[in-house]
């Protein structure tokens, strides 16, 4: 009995083994008939044979829980994170988990919902009379065919209709367009498409909308660096194009291109990428690489430079079609002639000779003996452009009987580029008095401009400036220095600097110079470039050198004077120079020799009577109002003592006082509060602390305004209706008596409609106030950290915001008669105006920094936790780079909705900007967004403000990018972004008291801390 049961046992379990195998076979099915539809609700799949690929529903990576898009598409059997390669509905997804893939009664295959409404259709054409099957192959195409389909007949397949993704079996041909994503995590068509060129010849093309965005080069033609790899081309051909007998050709077989893929890609690039043993894609190859692979890029006339922090420059003999465009940063209108060819008034025979220049296609092309016939074939041509002369051996085989190739171009000279490692010499004709050299100017070298005083020889130029060298083989122009050759990558005349490309890591600190030498380092070295092929914002390491202004020039006769007008060769101290004539000055800004004014800049002829009677009118007059302002002060003063007994009697008598900075300054000084340099000026009134007291109603409460660590702010009304905030130093505040005095002094000197406007100051008994335009909607924090009033702000106004401080930054660091660095940037010191405009405020910490200074140390450190860089907070290190560390976190701040102070995100331990990269790595960026942002937000905004923010944080001050970078980036919608690196003070742990880069740990804080520390390491 107890052998027959445990026999039946037996026979259940293998009976439930064999029935659970076939319901796995069964659930990993490649076919899809019409009784056996893809649902949803259900998770239904299909996985091709080989299990390469799986075709189902799905929604995008990076998108959030709430989000309840779904699509039908193929993606990369068991990928992570899933790598899609075809959406069927990426127009119209279906908004809830009740969509189907089937095939219909009328013998079509479409994306419906539970309500029958369909989504996308496959369009098949005359297929209803058949019974269909629809199948997943491992080459990741999806095919429609019959059922019985003993002819192997396809009647639809998606490789006919690709989205983004190219895979081995398609064929790129005139009809086949990839169009990229409209951004990561939304599949519908974005702005860049790929495609083979229209015009023939298999070149290929990226789009951005209607505009051409990069362009394959030709082989065989002038220029053809840009061709896409042979072995690129032969993959996108399905291994059709014929293979020359060429030793540079590799052998090429279907069989290498196994786990290969070609992307255009939402940020303009297109990709081909390889997966290798381990499952990991890997980028191969990828255009444009950089920003001067863009097409046209400076536009027509322009030419770029990939090292040069701005690209793009004209050509010399050309100017900016539009110098506004071109100053803010539009270089796409080109530049255009200061003289018009074969004009009558100008004589346009003289060449611009370039070398190792990139250009467009030319139009035309001939044999010619020399040189000599090639140019003039371009003279008597009045719409010739340029021309381009090679010796060539096999010219012959072009039909001609010389030694070389002749290039001519007729239209405009577009894409052009300068310093290109494959480019060749290029003629470009101008008018000779467009780049005609004198003594103030040496020869022009390819692209570049020598202003005077910067000599590259003996015949030009002040031979104390002779430390540049013309390379007329690549047309680079060469900066000799004591400890080494540098290569210039622009020259700045108006502000007397230039910039030279670092050739190793501490070239900064090795480039120094004799005291005698007229140049000073400014800077040190700039932004680094990305590794990564799809990054290409921001030059390379550049180190800016100013040079100081010239003395008189040199001559040897009087004809060397000929340039500088009202001079005259003579011998001064250190030899001849072109001294100025009697009744001039030389004026080394200017360059030349200027009038001096003499009698107060009155003439000496004799004045006719009218002009004497009025001039003695005038004095008179101006005597009669000083000595009533003086009678008027000192009356005040005599009655300031005594108060008024209401506030009738207050708004009478105690109306606002404009005191004389200088002497005010002075009184200050003499009573030992004040050092001699404040005497450089206040250039804001000085109010009286009785007008303060009346239009705050004696500091009431109804007007408080916000409360800080240095006081209290208050709402003023003064005489008149102006209202001013008023803000009223305690005697408890960190802010002493030297942050006020750096408050006043400097935010004077600063006009910007991002910064805050001082209007007025008071220095009285025990108070320091400070009295500032009113700003109606308070400060920032006070907006995205509040629960309801954070709904008002919606993507455009946050993006806006963030532009705003970063503008009010770059004029700090860069614009300003100043060079300052703010050190005490957050979210409670941007103010906001009646239009939400943000504008920087608190400049009690703010340090001025002179003209030689890159980087200070201090043992007093000063500012906000969490706001602070990490080399300032530990070793009281701080840049301008400590500045864009604080706005990478307010940036990161206004997209979330979080403190960087007080966050902690407990499964891993890590802080708020550990967070933010944690997500950004993962591609999971879109989840740090406040969620009141999800309807109103623009996803590429948000995702470039994203990355801007975490490359403003990353550890190292040299990662950082400069503010010009950083406005740059967040203003190009067509840049790519580099990649950032891990930020500082990533790990965070509860409780601590110790403040650390990424590599330690750092204190848990739930509010915003200001600190100083005396003794900063």
Known sequence: MRFATLKRRRWIMRTAIIIASL??????????????????????????????????????????????????????????????????????????????????????????????????????????????????????????????????????????????????????????????????????????????????QYQFEVWRRSIRYWKSGVSGKFITSDDMPYSISYFLSNFTTSIDNNASVPYLTSWMYVDTRLIMSASGQVQ????????????????????????????????????????????????????????????????????????????????????????????????????LECKKECLNNCQCQAYSFEEVESAKSHGGSGGGLCWIWSENLNNLQDGYDEGRDLSVRVAVSDIESTARNCEICGTNLIPYPLSTGSQCGDPRYSSFYCNTSTGAVDFKSPSGTYQVIRIIPESRKFLVKSRQADSCKV?????????????????????????????????????????????????????????????????????????????????????????????????????????????????????????????????????????????????????????????????????????????VPFYNLESILAATENFSNINKLGQGGFGLVYKGKFPGGQVMAVKRLSSFSGQGFEEFKNEVVLIAKLQHRNLVRLLGYCVEEEEKILLYEYMPNKSLDSFIFDRTLCMSLDWNTRFKIILGIARGLLYLHQDSRLRIVHRDLKTSNILLDEEMNPKISDFGLARIFGVKETAVNTNRVVGTYGYMSPEYALDGFFSDKSDVFSFGVVVLEVVSGKRNTGFFQAEQGL????????????????????????KSCD????????????????????????????????????????????????VRRCPSSRVSTSSKLESCSFNELTVTLVNGR
């Open 511 to 683: 480039l120094e110079f004799n005291r005698s030498l007229p140049f000073h380092v400014t800077s040190s070295c700039g932004g680094k470039m990305s590794s990564k092929p799809e990054s290409f914002i921001g030059g390379k390491d550049e180190i800016e050198i100013t040079w100081e202004p010239p003395p008189e020039p040199t001559c040897i006769t009087s004809t060397d004077c000929t340039d500088w007008p009202d001079s005259t060769c003579s011998t001064a101290l250190d030899g001849r120079r072109c001294l100025c004539k009697p009744d001039f000055r030389w004026n080394p800004l200017l360059l030349n020799c200027t009038r001096v004014k003499k009698h107060g800049g009155l003439s000496s002829e004799k004045l006719p009577l009218s002009v004497v009677i009025s001039i003695t009118f005038a004095c008179i007059l101006v005597l009669i109002v000083l000595l009533s302002t003086v009678a008027f002060i000192h009356i005040q003063r005599r009655n300031s003592g005594k108060r008024k007994e209401n506030w009738t009697n207050i708004q009478r008598y105690s109306a606002r006082q404009l005191y004389d900075s200088e002497r005010q300054v002075k009184e200050l000084i003499g009573s030992g509060r004040f050092k001699e340099d404040s005497t450089n000026g206040i250039d």
């Open 939 to 986: 996803m590429n905004e948000y995702l470039r403000c994203i990355t801007v923010g975490l490359l403003c944080v990353q550890e190292d001050p040299n990662d950082r990018p400069a503010m010009s970078n950083a406005v740059f980036m967040l203003g190009n919608e067509t840049a790519t972004l580099p990649t950032p690196k891990q930020p500082a003070f990533v």
């Open 23 to 200: 319901l796995c076979c069964s659930s990993t099915r490649d076919t899809m008939t019409l009784s056996s539809p893809l649902r949803d609700e259900d998770g239904d799949t299909l996985i091709s044979d080989g299990e390469t690929f799986q075709l189902g529903f799905f929604s995008p990576n990076g998108s959030s829980g709430s989000d309840q898009r779904r699509y039908v598409g193929i993606w990369y059997y068991e990928s992570n994170p899933r790598t899609v390669v075809w959406v069927a509905n990426r127009d119209r997804p279906v908004l809830d988990a009740s969509g189907v893939l089937s095939i219909t009664p009328d013998g079509n295959l479409r994306v419906l919902d539970r309500t029958g409404k369909s989504y996308w259709a496959a369009n098949l054409e005359e297929s209803s009379h058949l019974a269909l099957k629809v199948r997943l192959l491992d080459t990741g195409n999806l095919v429609v065919e019959p059922e019985s389909n003993l002819g192997r007949m396809i009647l639809w397949q998606s490789f006919d209709y690709p989205t983004d993704t190219f895979l081995p079996g398609m064929k790129m041909d005139e009809n086949m367009t990839l169009t990229s994503w409209r951004s990561y995590e939304d599949p519908s068509p974005g702005n860049y498409s790929f495609q083979l060129d229209q015009e023939g």
């Open 911 to 934: 802080s708020f900007l550990g967070y933010a990269w944690s997500l950004w790595k993962q591609e999971k960026a879109p989840d740090l967004m406040v969620s009141t942002l999800r």
């Open 272 to 371: 081909y990428l390889k997966r290798d043993t381990e499952k990991i894609w890997a980028l191969v190859w990828a255009e444009p690489r950089d920003r001067c692979s863009v097409y046209n890029m400076c536009g027509d006339f322009g030419s770029c430079n990939s090292d040069a922090d701005v690209a793009c420059k004209c050509l010399p003999g050309f100017d900016p079609s539009s110098p506004d465009s071109w100053n803010s940063g539009d270089f796409s209108g080109g530049c255009i002639r200061k003289s018009i060819l074969c004009s009558k008034s100008t004589a346009s025979k003289t060449f611009l000779s370039l070398q190792a220049m990139k250009v467009g296609k030319p139009d035309s092309e001939f044999a010619a003996a020399d040189e």
